[in-house]
């Protein structure tokens, strides 16, 4: 797997993981990692009567199956259709970046139509990172989501 930049130009030159930094919880993962919580938080939105699998392999080389924003919470309908879609959006090509809590987690995509885009999976929905809110469908790269962190912008934002 060949990561996108400028996530693989900072895991190989700056740091494969830190504890400073994004999310506030845990701070950057290293590649490949999860966090702690991945394996214990209790969805109140998971839709699929087959259970999450936080002890599954995590096939990068697959696409992440999502090109825009996806409410589960409300467009779940259909096991055979939506089952298999919840899945593989938490394990299917990406790399997990942290975990503000238990059942959000922020993504970076490596394989697909989403490829260098940042995702942030939650209890209910997963939507791309945008630099105002997370309505937005612009979307953005690892450096956008890491500048608008150091700069306390976009999700970070203070009200």
């Given at each position: 797997m060949v ?9 190989a030159e700056?740091a ?32 699929s ?5 936080a002890?599954?392999p995590?096939?990068?080389k ?8 996806w ?11 939506h089952?298999s ?13 942290g ?7 922020w ?5 697909g139509?989403q ?7 939650r209890?209910?929905c ?6 105002d ?5 612009a979307?953005?790269?690892?450096l956008?989501?890491?500048?608008d ?11």
């Amino acid at each position: 797997m060949v990561l996108p930049e400028p996530y693989r130009t900072f895991v190989a030159e700056i740091a494969n993981g830190t504890d400073d930094g994004p999310p506030d919880a845990g701070g950057l993962l290293p590649v490949g990692a999860k966090p702690p919580n991945w394996a214990v938080w209790e969805a109140e939105y998971w839709m699929s009567p087959d259970p999450f699998d936080a002890t599954a392999p995590r096939p990068f080389k697959e696409p992440f199956p999502l090109t825009e924003e996806w409410q589960w919470e409300y467009d779940y309908y259909d096991h055979s259709l939506h089952s298999s879609l919840l899945h593989q959006t938490y394990t299917h090509g990406s790399v997990l970046l942290g975990s503000d809590q238990p059942g959000q987690y922020w993504t970076l995509v490596v394989t697909g139509p989403q490829r260098g885009q940042v995702w942030w999976l939650r209890d209910g929905c997963a939507a791309p990172y945008a630099d105002d809110t997370p309505s937005q469908q612009a979307g953005g790269d690892f450096l956008s989501w890491a500048r608008d962190w150091h700069t306390q912008q976009g999700w970070w934002k203070t009200e």
